[in-house]
């Protein structure tokens, strides 16, 4: 075997995050309809990391403090081995376009140089490319997820947010509610909308979009203080979602410090809210209570202006005069 072939058969079993910026560029532009032929602007160079700024807006939004340190020891160790995604702009510098988690790590490790991969992009390429990339990763949590991919869907059909949740929601409810020969659902799902969507989760291979609306969208009505521990990557979604399920804010603050404390199962949230329900469950009204209250509502009923019901009112009360009086006698 020569040298050449040895290097070619070492690059083949390089892991997946030891591979160069340009491996994972490809995908990125294969789903943005760009070509994905090698390029010399695909070779990584090294910048200065004071050059580079970061964008007005990420869609990943939280990074721990403690991985970031960590990966900050590995790069003082073996150097970043996937370069950074820059693109030019005024002055000289350059604005992250993906890698800010490397690059916060490389200030942290006290690099003055990182390498990068320079790409001449717009503005919209460059928001979809910073979507995609995120996306592709593995540890964007389900919100910074589940925003991405609204974002992204918005951006291919030049919408915002909300008319995107519209139309996610109007696919759903046209597929529960009609078959595939209706033509209700035919209008909805043959528009240029719906197969944009379609397409671009088939592309992204995460979920479907109908497991996307089910199970992903709910996430964003969260209350706060559920939104914010799932955002931290401190709770699954799914036990996220059981606890929201929660309305006492005191018993749901209880549960999820609790599950976030004891590392609580799903199992488990779920038989501690079962708990807190049959707790606050109210006890049923006596037989007595009942019957007061029954007669205050009869007697501001508008009841006795109806002859029929009238009539049926006096027969019920001729039957407890009944049974008032064989009481009496036994």
Request: proline share 5%; with cysteine; hydrophobic share 35%.
């Amino acid at each position: 075997m020569n040298k050449t072939t040895a290097t070619k058969t070492s690059a083949t079993k390089t892991t997946k995050k030891e591979k160069p910026y340009a491996s994972r560029l490809q995908g990125v532009a294969a789903l943005l309809g760009e070509g994905a032929t090698e390029t010399t602007q695909n070779v990584p160079t090294s910048v200065a990391i004071a050059l580079i700024q970061l964008p007005p807006s990420q869609p990943r939004r939280y990074f721990d403090p403690e991985k970031i340190e960590e990966l900050s020891r590995s790069i003082q160790e073996l150097g970043i081995l996937e370069p950074l995604l820059v693109r030019p702009v005024t002055g000289r510098n350059y604005e992250l376009v993906a890698g800010e988690r490397r690059y916060k790590a490389a200030q942290l490790a006290g690099l003055t140089e990182v390498p990068v991969v320079i790409r001449e992009m717009d503005d919209v390429t460059t928001t979809k490319v910073q979507l995609v990339e995120n996306l592709q990763r593995e540890n964007l949590n389900p919100i910074e997820e589940t925003e991405g991919i609204l974002d992204l869907l918005a951006l291919q059909l030049e919408w915002d947010r909300n008319e995107v949740t519209s139309h996610l929601n109007k696919m759903r409810n046209v597929c529960d509610r009609y078959d595939e020969n209706s033509e209700v659902r035919h209008n909805v799902m043959s528009q240029r909308e719906t197969q944009v969507i379609e397409e671009l989760f088939a592309s992204l291979g995460r979920m479907s979009w109908e497991s996307f609306v089910k199970n992903r969208l709910p996430l964003l009505n969260l209350p706060h203080d559920v939104l914010f521990a799932l955002q931290q990557g401190k709770l699954e979604y799914t036990k996220a979602r059981a606890i929201a399920r929660v309305k006492d804010e005191q018993k749901r603050k209880e549960i999820l410090e609790d599950a976030l404390a004891y590392n609580l199962s799903l199992n488990d949230i779920k038989l501690k809210i079962k708990e807190i329900e049959q707790q606050v469950k109210p006890e049923a009204p006596s037989t007595k209570d009942r019957l007061n209250e029954t007669f205050r509502r009869l007697k501001q009923s508008k009841v006795w202006d109806d002859p029929k019901k009238k009539v049926k009112v006096e027969k019920l009360l001729t039957q407890l005069d009944a049974l008032m009086v064989n009481d009496a006698s036994n």
